[in-house]
């Protein structure tokens, strides 16, 4: 649906992370429900294999210590979502080559930063060594992060964890036990009406194909039916009740608008699109 790259896993350098045989296309994409291993093996594999492409792709619009909240270039140093950063102890949840967290550890921020893939995760070691830094990393399930209660001021994501865990829910609730009292959650997500559509940066995504109340996951699986890509689709409503129902506030939601100098195309966002349909939606929120 949401696809951050266009998939072509044997060209990826990261073949070796796994069984190339998994990494057939397969069967065409199917929406079916996945169990919480399955998602959260298919989700390490995929990024596994296919962070050298994403990083390739992409690294001139992230940067190599950039915070872009979305492809629509929202700048975390411009808007201040997360608030003050100098002194605090910062979680990235699904962080990929941690830029964010480099940003922040500029910023006088003390980052951690969390991805599912480990081959995500050595990209941010590679840009650690090309600029000097040191943001400190952990492998692990966003849905079962390793790290004590009230250990963090701000957390955060971008794009990150949240598309492709089954257990969003689960993801609310330890982000809201390894938050300090008073810290605050900022999350941005594809915006979820974009389900509704193609994901197409062209004419043909401005119409809408399928019900949006449909949550049922996306799943590109093998010839054996075994899923190698898995995408979670929730309603704003659904966000909106993970968010409440692990405790916090729901502080703001930001739309951002497509900006009018911006004319590149990342996957399925597009002027065209980004002109007429929200692409994005970002939540802030805070441990009342």
């Known amino acids: 649906m949401n696809r951050p790259i ?3 896993p044997h060209a990826s350098l990261a073949a070796q992370y796994v069984d190339p045989d998994e990494l057939d296309d397969g069967d065409d994409p199917v929406r079916r429900k996945v169990g919480l291993m399955e998602s959260v093996r298919a989700g390490r ?3 596994d294999a296919n962070a050298d492409e994403y990083q390739v792709e992409h690294g001139d619009f992230l940067g190599d210590a950039r915070f872009t909240w979305c492809p629509e270039g929202l700048d975390e140093d411009r808007v201040g979502l997360l608030g003050p950063v100098e002194g605090r102890t910062v979680l990235e949840v699904g962080a990929g080559a941690a830029q964010c967290s480099r940003r922040l550890l500029a910023r006088g921020a003390f980052p951690i930063a969390l991805d599912l893939s480990l081959r995500q995760l050595q990209h941010s070691r590679r840009l650690d060594d090309e600029h000097g830094t040191r943001v400190p990393v952990v492998q692990a399930d966003a849905a079962r992060l390793p790290f004590a209660d009230a250990s963090f001021d701000l957390a955060f994501s971008a794009y990150g964890a949240l598309p492709f865990s089954p257990d969003g829910a689960g993801i609310m609730r330890e982000v809201f036990r390894v938050l300090r ?3 605050r959650w900022v999350f941005s997500i594809t915006h979820p ?3 509704a559509f193609p994901d197409e940066p062209g004419p043909e995504g401005l119409t809408a194909v399928t019900s949006y109340f449909d949550t049922t996951p ?4 093998d010839h054996t039916g075994r899923a190698t890509y898995v995408e979670q689709h929730r309603t704003l409503g659904d966000r909106v009740r993970e968010v409440v129902g ?3 506030r729901l502080t703001d939601l930001v739309e951002p608008e497509w900006p009018d100098d911006l004319d590149s195309v ?3 966002w597009s002027p ?4 007429l349909l929200p692409g994005t939606a970002i939540f802030v929120c805070e441990k009342g």
Not at 218 to 221: S, T, W
Not at 272 to 275: A, D, F, Q, T, Y
């Open 218 to 221: 996306y799943v590109e699986q």
């Open 246 to 248: 692990a405790g916090f």
């Open 45 to 47: 594999q995929w990024w």
């Open 181 to 183: 009292p008073g810290g």
């Open 193 to 195: 009406v974009r389900w």
């Open 6 to 8: 266009s998939h072509d």
């Open 272 to 275: 065209l699109r980004g002109r």
């Open 266 to 268: 990342w996957g399925g």
